[in-house]
């Protein structure tokens, strides 16, 4: 029987590259899979991306969208995020609805392509209509918050709601949210604990914080500690989970403090790409936690978070360049690492941004930008922006 099985399967990866190499675009979408699995052939991710390439340059939508997300999450080729939004385009303009909504999170964000809430908007409910989940929570959080259609609670809500009762772990927390504070619907804490708990089993790092607050809060039991549901997806590859399961060993949460442990599970998630885990990691490395100090893997790590979106490493990042702090000084990528940290509300990098542009440092010397950026930084409650804008201030009122 293993003996008939495995021939049988060299049968059929055999019959694959025939199709693929006379042009099967179907064939050639699969045979790059397996490629990239190792599914009945040695793994070899390059030889898997020429082929998924292929495959999309004939117009196959999932080849398309395979190969988009290659290159927005810099799997198997460089992170490309312009070219990832083209494939995108093309897979979404053929009907592909995982593209559609990843192509609504590229406008909604502007990633790799120019803000733009109504198009976002517009590609949500393309995908939405085809029943995607994911998509169907974005359209919800769209008629929410007002973005890119006019603002509608009660529709919002209820595309979450629709979203959750499909599975998605973030429309299942933030309908516990929801729930949780009386946001748009009657406040019921018994639900927002049931949506929680969904969330929570599903790696959600968020809603497993939250079971813990609530189960204080109402006394309301649950069967398996948020450790323990983080312990269970970690091991079957979930890095979410293998993140929080790190953050709970690191700060002694639901579980013994164990850094060894902690550092184990933070680089299984950071190397899968997850952003929170890379930049804990990086942090480990920087201050010698559970680990021998290493400047040079904690700039790795950090920059490796950085790009992938995380605000905390970005303002870390644009300070030790600036400062030539385990890096070359280069005023130039601490402005630009600062500005991505500013514009995500990063207070410490606001107050930086502003002092390079106050300073002329790095960047020409510009008072209003310098002013704007010490605004954001002083409403939220930083005492250096706000003493050095009142100090502007008045030399202003003096001139």
Known sequence: MTFSFFNKEKKAVEQIKKAAEEGDADAQYALGERY?????????VKKGIEWVTKSAKQGNSKAQTTLAWCYYQGNGVDKNLKIAVEWFTKAADGGNANAQNALGVCYQYGHGIELDQIKAYDWYLKAAQQGDKEAICNLGICYYHGAGV???????????????????????????????????????????????LKAAQQGHPDAQKKIKLVYVKDGRKVDENPAYLSMKLAEQGDANAQSTLGSYYFAGNYV?????????????????GNVDAQHNLA???????GLEKD?????????????GGNAYSQSILGIRYYEGNGVEKDWKKAVYWLTNAAEQGRVLA??????????????????????????????????????????????????
Not at 36 to 42: F, P, R, S, Y
Request: hydrophobic residues 35%.
């Open 36 to 44: 990239a699995l190792g599914d009945g052939v040695e793994k070899d």
């Open 150 to 196: 006019e603002k509608d609670v009660k529709k919002g809500i209820e595309l979450i709601a629709k979203s959750a009762e499909q599975g998605d772990p973030y429309a299942q927390y933030m309908l516990g949210s929801f729930y949780e504070n009386g946001n748009g619907v009657e406040k019921n804490e018994g639900i927002a604990f049931n949506w929680y």
């Open 256 to 272: 013994e403090k164990d850094l060894n442990k902690a550092i184990y599970w933070f680089k299984k998630a950071a190397e899968q």
């Open 283 to 289: 942090a480990c490395y920087a201050n010698g936690e």
């Open 295 to 307: 400047q040079t893997k904690a700039i790795y790590w950090y920059t490796k978070a950085a790009e």
């Open 350 to 399: 606001q107050y930086n941004l502003a002092l390079r542009y106050y300073n002329g440092e790095g960047v020409e010397k510009d008072l209003k930008k310098a002013v704007y950026w010490l605004s954001q930084a002083a409403e939220q409650g930083d005492v250096d922006a706000q003493n050095l804008l009142a100090d502007i201030n008045a030399n202003m009122k003096h001139d």
